[in-house]
């Protein structure tokens, strides 16, 4: 049942006063005199009575309703005042209604030094002020909630922090759209993130030194034999100009084989801010040339059944979710001691996506944990394998950075006419990131 308003109470209760009272004020002075002078007077103080009886009716119930709605305010007020999230509120003006005490206590500033969009933006994002008032700008439209991203805020005493803010229309007030934005301080979460990337990028560069000094080994004992052979021969005057020539040349082309291994680390470890086109079977390549030696000595088989596809996206990124995919299953081969150790590939495009399954025959996860693999610092290995970050690494560069999806699920299959089982990760890339 639609509940009646308290404007429809108050007319009601004014229409029956008014009734009843010029309905029985009228009978009631006839009933004291018929005299016309008398009849005028009192009928003017009967109107008098009349409005000020009225006045104050109406005064007091105006005020009952608005008492109602400032505690309504008032409520409203302290309600967002104790929310632990950031809230702002302004209209498409570009006034800023309110901010609660969370929003004045983490940024620094109080209401009336951000009371307008301008203020605000002015200070909180410098000199990105300009880009932002276009994004609040295009919120004045929305018709649901929407997740407008992260915002890297400049509060009052210079420190930076990171909001996520959530917008929503809030009605119309005063004729003007108004919007309430709840924001999420993730800065911890961020701070957390990135001290997990350097760890994980700390663990990369150990493996990629360990795979230099083990790939450089045997060319530089190469180049000191043939140095120590023509300083000996050049002191016994045995020496000849073709034998200069030709171990001139063998130096050469070892240092050379040398500066190329440096530059596919570097470019490894080099930041990507754009995407390219690459093409994922040289990506597979140039990771077994970061960690191959290592998967080689632990009788490691890769069966690649890799396409030839090029995607436009992040080769460095691939690259370290490969590493970290592979590192996590021959963790498993060695801490479970498989002696036929397996790693598959595969490769197959659907709807304008690529999807890329890596499989191991290790034994498979756990069911009760195999939905906390991708938590940070989350690991069933001993002290002496993982730390927990490789695979939360995996799912973050893959859903964050690369927009695209990760999963892992248990599988038993047959190879060989012999029966495996083991995990199987599922990435799923679109094949042009916009």
């Not at 006063?17 to 007077?41: G, P, V, Y």
């Not at 002015?122 to 439209?141: C, G, V």
């Not at 790693?343 to 944990?369: H, R, S």
């Not at 990760?406 to 679109?430: A, D, Q």
């Amino acid at each position: 049942m639609k509940k009646v308003s308290s404007a429809f109470y108050i007319s009601a209760i004014y229409f029956t006063l008014s009734f009843f009272w010029i309905l029985f004020s009228d009978k009631a002075i006839l009933l004291f005199t018929q005299e016309h002078e008398l009849l005028t007077f009192f009928q003017t103080i009967k109107g008098w009575f009349f409005i000020s009886a009225t006045s104050l009716f109406l005064y007091f119930f105006i005020t009952k309703e608005f008492k109602k709605e400032e505690d309504l305010k008032e409520y409203f007020k302290k309600s967002i005042d104790n929310l632990a999230s950031p809230i702002i509120i302004f209209n498409e003006n570009g006034e800023v209604l309110t901010v609660n005490k969370t929003f004045e206590k983490l940024s620094g500033y109080k209401y009336k030094e951000i009371d307008t969009i301008d203020k605000w933006t002015k200070k909180a994002y410098d000199k990105n002020a300009s880009n932002q008032k276009n994004i609040i700008d295009n919120l004045y439209t929305i018709d649901t909630i929407i997740d407008n991203g992260i915002s890297y805020i400049k509060t009052k005493s210079g420190k930076t922090i990171i909001w996520n803010f959530y917008s929503a229309p809030f009605g119309i007030r005063n004729k003007k759209r108004t919007i309430i934005a709840n924001a999420v301080d993730i800065t911890e979460v961020k701070e957390k993130e990135k001290m997990i990337m350097q760890q994980s990028k700390m663990a990369a560069m150990g493996e990629v030194l360990e795979n230099i000094a083990h790939q450089w080994r045997q060319p530089l004992s190469n180049i000191s034999t043939i140095s120590t052979t023509i300083n000996l021969k050049y002191e016994m005057n045995t020496l000849d100009n073709k034998e200069i020539n030709d171990s001139m040349k063998i130096i050469n082309d070892t240092v050379q084989y040398l500066s190329k291994t440096i530059d596919d680390f570097r470019n490894f470890f080099k930041p990507s801010n754009e995407k390219t086109y690459f093409n994922i079977q040289d990506t597979f390549e140039k990771t077994l040339l970061v960690i191959g030696n290592k998967f080689k000595n632990e009788n490691i088989e890769f069966i690649n059944k890799i396409d030839n596809i090029k995607i436009l996206n992040d080769n460095n990124a691939l690259m370290q979710v490969f590493i970290n995919l592979f590192n996590n299953s021959k963790d498993a081969f060695i801490e479970r001691n498989i002696t036929n150790r397996l790693l598959f590939l595969k490769t197959n495009i659907k709807n304008d996506e690529i999807i890329l399954e890596i499989k191991d025959n290790a034994g498979g996860i756990e069911k009760n944990i195999i939905d906390k693999i991708f938590e940070p610092y989350f690991t069933t290995k001993s002290n002496s394998f993982g730390t927990g970050i490789g695979l939360y690494m995996c799912q973050e560069i893959v859903t964050k950075h690369m927009n695209g999806k990760i999963s892992v699920e248990n599988v038993n299959y047959t190879y060989n006419e012999k029966k495996e089982k083991g995990t199987n990760f599922i990435i799923t890339l679109p094949l042009k990131t916009k």
